[in-house]
Each structure stands twice: as C-alpha cells, then as structure tokens.
C-alpha cells in the first residue's frame, strides 16, 4: 500500500529558499509527510510544525556559516504496517567492547538497520538524484531505539525507548546503511516538551557533523541533558569550533552534504567518506577527539 510521492503546493518551498546563497557552503534537506497517518498522531507532527523547525535550523546552521536548502515538501500513502518501526537490527547484539570508546566500538561492531526500517524508507524516499548527498526527513508514528544501558560493574540491561528524532548517523552505522538511505531521519513528535522546537536542528546536527551527545567537556553519550550546546538535550544551539568545542563545526564544514554551485551553475560536493563513514573517518583527520574508554 504505497502511493505517488508528490509535492505539497501549500508550500512556497521558493520563498523559503529565497536567501540562500549556493555559492556558499549549502546541504540540502528534504522533507516527507504521509497523507494516511493515524489521526491520534497527527498532532504530534505536522507540516506546518516541520517547516518552523526547518526555518529555525537555518538560523542555528547559518550562524556556523552553513546555509540549508529547502529540496522539497513531499505527502504521500504509505503502508501503515511501516508508520511504527524498530530503528536497529538486533541480531547479534551485544553490549559491546568497554575497553574503547563508543565511537571506536561502533567501528567494530556498527549498528544495521531494521528491516522494516529499510523498507519504510525505500518506499518514502527511494533512488533520486543525489539522494546519497540529501538528508531526508521522514516523519513516522514511532521509531523505537534500542541499546544497552550499564546498570554496575558486571551487569548490562537491554533498554528501548521511542524517539522524537531518530538521525540513523554514520558514526554508529557506517556503510552498514545503504548509500541511497543514509541521509534519513526520522521525526515523530515535534510536541514532546518545551525543546521540541530544535528537534530538526538537533537530528541535522547528528547527520551532518556525525557526533554523538556531546559538547564541551562533555563526552559522547546516548542520552545528555543539559544547557549549551545543539547537540545536548536543552534549549542550546551552539555550534562550537576548535578542540575545545570538541570541532563541531569544523566538521560540519567537512560533511560530504555540503555542496557549493560554481558560476556556470555546477554544484561541487565535498569529498565523500574517505573510509566508512565512522566518527574517526579520513575525512576528520585533525578534527577528531581522541577519547578515553569509559573504564581503564
């Protein structure tokens, strides 16, 4: 039960991009909205609620010199068997190596993802053009995350929980995720608390300077709440530069989404993934910090 994609004519996607400069440095973001989902959930995301998220990422974005290109507003019917999906593959899964850092063990042991998640995306998103180079933003009813969360020195407790935003980043997946699929995110609660309003710039934030919760001083986490930085859970949205800000927006500019168009009208990405997209790929050589294991 899938339909024809088609653009949302209410939106002026041409006014909405009307400041962006492509000779600056520019990513694309694309937004999907099916037209069949639940009425109990539609409250919970709307189009008009994904577009003020958008407009306030291009302001969060622009002030670390990265403007954002509205690709699209696109509705369509998709299965509602796909509205609800797990994110990861849990086949195989473990609590991991405690001996690395989290980065580190996700190179070793990268997350996969769920079937059903594949096919949700292959049906709202599919094969278009530079759609490896375009982050795309699929709203859903659930998306549930699964993980290991230590409880003491020897014991581990398997934790899922339901996600607002959802960015599927390289630094847990690699080429693990299908080079078609990898700008995804999925949104599917922009109400949730008095945060929500930077669920978009948050989740961009993971996709495109592929760190994990962190800022500052610090370290990578799933979960994080407090103030200062966009990638914490809190009202803060800056986007620090230099290894004290942990290069956040160093790699942000080395992101392979990011794109320039020339004078004769040719766009010009940067260079792709060196290695496999991990936190620690050639392509953040000097920009990465190196960080302790969480037990010595």
């Known amino acids: 039960m899938t339909g024809v994609w088609r653009d949302v004519e209410s939106i002026d996607v041409e006014s909405i991009n009307s400041d962006v400069d492509l000779?600056?440095?520019?990513?694309?973001?694309?937004?999907?909205?099916?037209?069949?989902?639940?009425?109990?959930?539609?409250?919970?995301?709307?189009?008009?609620?994904?577009?003020?998220?958008?407009?306030?990422?291009?302001?969060?974005?622009?002030?670390?010199?990265?403007?954002?290109?509205?690709?699209?507003?696109?509705?369509?019917?998709?299965?509602?068997?796909?509205?609800?999906?797990?994110?990861?593959?849990?086949?195989?899964?473990?609590?991991?190596d405690r001996y690395v850092n989290m980065y580190r063990a996700a190179e070793r042991r990268p997350s996969r993802l769920a079937p059903e998640a594949e096919r949700a995306f292959e049906a709202v998103v599919g094969r278009v053009p530079n759609g490896d180079r375009t982050v795309h933003m699929v709203t859903l009813h659930d998306v549930y995350m699964t993980f290991y969360e230590q409880v003491d020195s020897r014991t581990w407790q398997l934790?899922?929980?339901?996600?607002?935003?959802?960015?599927?980043?390289?630094?847990?997946?690699?080429?693990?995720?299908?080079?078609?699929?990898?700008?995804?995110?999925?949104?599917?609660?922009?109400?949730?608390?008095?945060?929500?309003?930077k669920t978009i710039a948050h989740e961009l934030g993971h996709k495109l300077m592929n760190v994990s919760h962190e800022y500052r001083d610090i370290g990578p986490q799933h979960e994080?709440?407090?103030?200062?930085?966009?990638?914490?859970?809190?009202?803060?949205?800056?986007?620090?530069?230099?290894?004290?800000?942990?290069?956040?927006?160093?790699?942000?500019?080395?992101?392979?989404?990011?794109?320039?168009?020339?004078?004769?009208?040719?766009?010009?990405?940067?260079?792709?993934?060196?290695?496999?997209?991990?936190?620690?790929?050639?392509?953040?050589?000097?920009i990465s910090i190196e960080i302790d294991p969480p037990v010595t």
């Open 159 to 197: 934790k899922t929980i339901t996600t607002s935003g959802l960015s599927f980043p390289g630094y847990l997946y690699g080429s693990t995720m299908p080079r078609h699929l990898r700008g995804v995110i999925t949104i599917t609660d922009l109400t949730k608390d008095d945060n929500s309003w």
């Open 23 to 96: 000779a600056l440095p520019t990513a694309d973001v694309a937004l999907y909205y099916p037209d069949n989902l639940d009425v109990a959930h539609r409250a919970k995301v709307t189009v008009d609620l994904l577009i003020e998220g958008f407009l306030a990422s291009k302001r969060i974005f622009g002030e670390a010199g990265l403007g954002l290109r509205l690709a699209g507003v696109r509705s369509g019917v998709l299965d509602p068997a796909l509205f609800s999906i797990q994110s990861t593959s849990a086949e195989g899964d473990s609590p991991g």
């Open 224 to 286: 994080v709440r407090a103030e200062g930085g966009l990638m914490l859970y809190g009202n803060g949205t800056d986007i620090s530069s230099g290894p004290e800000g942990r290069f956040h927006r160093e790699r942000l500019h080395r992101s392979p989404y990011v794109y320039r168009v020339d004078a004769t009208g040719n766009r010009s990405y940067n260079s792709d993934y060196a290695t496999d997209g991990f936190y620690y790929d050639a392509i953040y050589d000097g």
